[in-house]
């Protein structure tokens, strides 16, 4: 089946349009969250968003992305409660209380899961596609919601970019102007909740976090500007929910949100490879021509010397 074909296709341009939007939110939040190296929150959010989405299903029986949404945003952010109070209250490091919060509540996440699939009730089946994603489900509606939470998203992160610019490389200085930090914090951090919650129906909450990071960590091999490094990381994210999503309709039960994370992958190893300045080549180039330089000063010097060579 060719592209063309698959565009004719309503479902799978939903699913496409979906992946495109949830790739870009995540590319965008995420270079805020490697910035300030706290790649393993976004892990953290993920798994943390399970029991949410167990609750919201106890509560309503009723499968609606609406819900989930609710109850996922609910456990992200008593999630990051948690996390800030541990590190601030202990003497445990932030690391350590992410690891403590991600295993908690994916625990508790686990056995709401077994307990609903195992319940009288029949509206349950699927439900635990949440933990590796089916971007087949999704519809319409669900289409509708992650394009306006996913545009909230970046419209969040334009708005606040100086800030959020100022609070990733110098939070001292930051705080030193009145900027209230915790504040800002705490919205970074409800945001990657947010980015998180909108893509575990097309990703699943195990692997959403390698979304949220990777597109990041690929373009921040490309520049050295904080703005250029956020279009490009929505770019590239852009880049993995669209080939993701079609290479995973050319072959039957193939998942959408594993190949779009394995996109991202291959996204991430061209960077480091090819990259003009970090790149592996651009690096051996550099150094080629250092090497050459320095024999071509060297010879120069000895001939002027008048030594032999």
């Given at each position: 089946m060719n592209v063309i074909a698959l565009l004719q296709d309503p479902n799978t341009l939903w699913i496409l349009v979906g992946s495109i939007l949830l790739g870009i939110s995540s590319g965008v939040i995420g270079c805020f969250a490697y910035l300030r190296k706290q790649s393993l929150m976004g892990d953290a959010l993920s798994h943390a968003a399970l029991p949410g989405v167990c609750f919201a299903f106890i509560l309503t029986g009723t499968k609606s992305i609406f819900y989930f949404l609710i109850g996922a945003i609910i456990a992200g952010i008593i999630a990051t409660i948690s996390i800030g109070y541990i590190t601030r209250?202990?003497?445990?490091?932030q690391d350590s209380a992410l690891g403590i919060v991600l295993t908690v509540f994916f625990g508790v996440g686990i056995v709401l899961l077994t307990q609903i699939q195992h319940s009288a009730s029949g509206n349950q089946s699927g439900l635990d596609k949440f933990l590796f994603g089916q971007a087949a489900s999704m519809v319409q509606s669900d289409v509708y919601t992650m394009a306006g939470i996913g545009l909230f998203v970046i419209a969040m992160c334009t708005l606040f970019f100086k800030e959020f610019k100022l609070l990733s490389f110098d939070s001292g200085f930051a705080k030193g102007i009145g900027l209230p930090i915790a504040l800002l914090d705490q919205l970074i951090m409800i945001l990657m909740v947010i980015a998180v919650v909108i893509g575990i129906q097309a990703v699943g909450v195990v692997l959403m976090a390698a979304l949220l990071i990777t597109p990041a960590v690929s373009a921040r091999y490309w520049t050295e500007k904080l703005h250029v490094m956020v279009m490009l990381a929505?770019?590239?994210?852009a880049i993995s929910g669209l080939m993701g999503t079609i290479l995973s309709t050319q072959v039957n039960n193939l998942p959408t949100g594993p190949i779009i994370v394995l996109a991202a992958t291959c996204i991430f190893v061209l960077s480091v490879v090819f990259a003009p300045?970090?790149?592996?080549?651009?690096?051996?180039?550099?150094r080629r021509k250092s090497k050459n330089a320095f024999l071509k000063q060297y010879i120069k010097q000895s001939v002027k010397d008048g030594n032999a060579i």
């Open positions: 209250k202990t003497r445990i490091k929505g770019i590239f994210g300045t970090r790149g592996v080549v651009a690096k051996i180039v550099s």
